[in-house]
């Protein structure tokens, strides 16, 4: 069967075939400029989002889907600033209903088709940055900057390349083919085959609080355009990022001449657990979710009739044994651990260094001068309140406090966190990160995660067994990055070895203006699904090609 361009294809075509080549090429590159500068995105982008934001608080959200009659508001923003949007409810079998009936046609649009649409939402999406960033902002707590960047240029970049996966992946093979076989002195046989992408049926995605969109989108838009329908699950206290999501996906859908509840909302009670509910279903045949080890193996123990993708809890380690740039070194670490509070997947918690010290440019280090460098960094960088938050962002929720008032009862503190006034926001609840220094021998207390503004200093006998460590502690709990500093080759290639073995990403060392804890689309892999961090990869073939399958129907000529 031909497939008839759709017209968004046809307009987004040049996009996708930029993004098919970044795939491969694996250097950079970025289809969404990560700049909120007025130069970028015109005068009054910044205040017209800020307004559309505004203009959700208190009200109604404006979503027609199955539900609406019910209302849910779950939501309570890091900085204080009152919510209070309310978001239609329903349940899971009316929701996976309402999917379910908008499959075949979607199906039957075929590859091209669906991926003009989803293109089409991205650009949509795109024109609407500035109210994204602002929802990602006051659900997540990241500093504006940070959420115009990773909840809004950069989780576009990750829809992309999920959608240029999953395209190459959907055209490997013909739609068509001609078989033809001898058949000694007769007619040879004659057959003409059809190739049918069969989406596996209701995918559900189930958002975190973090990164509402960056983790969120790849799932969407990979299950979305290998044509699964998708219910988006939010976490409860970030609900507002994804709902703008779905109102324009809805929207765009049924300007493409689609059924808009290809993709619906599902904003959950409180106490409902309708993410449990919808995974169950019979009918959900994929799930993504991106949350705790708890929730994520519980995932991939019972939702036995789909395919799960997880990502989950790990311990990103850093080797420290020498280096050519100690005040690079610092900065970077610095950096890295004061970004959005430690309160990312990929923030380093265990830093390995030799108890008897390093040595750097500056001449030999002790434990505690290393260990004092990173905290001074992280000082510098937190010191004035009015800047420092722009960095910090607030404190996403209880747990982390939580954690902060447990971990200063174990070890001994190189840093202790603070609380910080914002300038901007007086009810939000921000800390500065705390460093703890620990001995090789506390496995109890470094072996676990502690999400959240709080690293350890872990004093080892030499970088042989600060290797050892990384390899049983990430080999046993996963780890979705890793770092070294080291001015010997050999060291840097036998903690590749390691890093490879316990199938973490590695970076060597940074001192400049690349950070551990971030990761660029078409370049960097996130996760590698060779650790019990996570399952999958974002993004890679393995990621998208279990969406569907192909089925093949065949009649002679």
Known sequence: MTETPHPCYARHAETLNRALTAITERGYWSAYPE?????VYGE???????????????????????????RVATEHSPFGVALN?????????????????????????????????????????????????????????????MAFQAGGAHALDRALEALAYAYAEMT?????????????????????????????????????NTFPT????????????????????????????????????????????????????????????????????PAVRIVDFTGSTEYGDWLEANARQAAVYTEKAG??????????????????LGFTLTLYSGQMCTTSQNILIPRDGIDTDQGHKSFDEVAGGIA?????????????????????????????????????PVLESRTVEHPSFPDAVVRTPTIVKLDAGDTATYSREWFGPISFAIATDSTAHSLEILRSTVGEQGALTAAVYATDDAVLDATEAAAIEVGVHLSANLT????????????????????AAANSALTDGAYVANRFRIVQSRRHV
């Open 35 to 39: 700049s909120p500068s007025p130069r």
């Open 44 to 70: 009054t982008a910044a205040a017209d989002g800020k307004a559309a934001f505004e203009a959700y608080l208190g009200a109604d959200f404006p979503l027609d889907q199955p539900g609406g009659a019910d």
């Open 85 to 145: 949007v309310r978001y239609p409810h329903a349940g899971a079998d009316q929701l996976v209903a309402a999917a379910s009936a908008a499959l075949p046609a979607w199906r039957d649009a075929g590859p091209q088709a669906r991926v003009g649409v989803c293109l089409e939402i991205l650009d949509r999406l795109h024109k609407n940055i500035f109210e994204l960033a602002n929802a990602v902002q006051f659900t997540s707590g990241q500093a504006f900057v």
């Open 172 to 208: 490997r093979h013909p739609g068509t083919a001609g078989w033809e076989k001898a058949a000694g002195k007769g007619d040879p046989l004659r057959m003409s085959k059809t190739f049918h992408v069969v989406p596996r049926g209701v995918a559900l995605v189930i958002g975190c």
């Open 214 to 281: 960056w983790n969120s989108y790849p799932g969407l838009f990979a299950s979305l355009v290998t044509g699964n329908p998708v219910v988006v699950k939010p976490h409860p206290r970030a609900v507002l990022p994804l709902a703008v999501t779905v109102r324009y996906a809805r929207e765009v859908l049924a300007e493409a001449g689609f059924d808009p509840n290809l993709v619906l909302l599902a904003p959950e009670a409180p106490g409902e657990q309708l993410a449990s509910t919808l995974a169950l279903h």
């Open 315 to 332: 311990l990103n380690t850093v080797v420290i044994d020498s280096t050519d740039d100690f005040a690079g070194m610092c900065r970077n």
């Open 376 to 412: 001074a960094a992280v000082g510098k960088l937190t010191g004035d309140p009015a800047r420092g938050v722009e960095l910090t962002g607030a404190i996403v929720n209880d747990g982390v406090l939580e954690r902060l008032d447990e971990v200063a009862k174990v070890g001994s």
């Open 512 to 531: 400049g203006g690349v950070f551990v804890n971030q990761s660029a689309a078409f370049s960097d892999f996130h996760g590698s699904g060779a650790n």
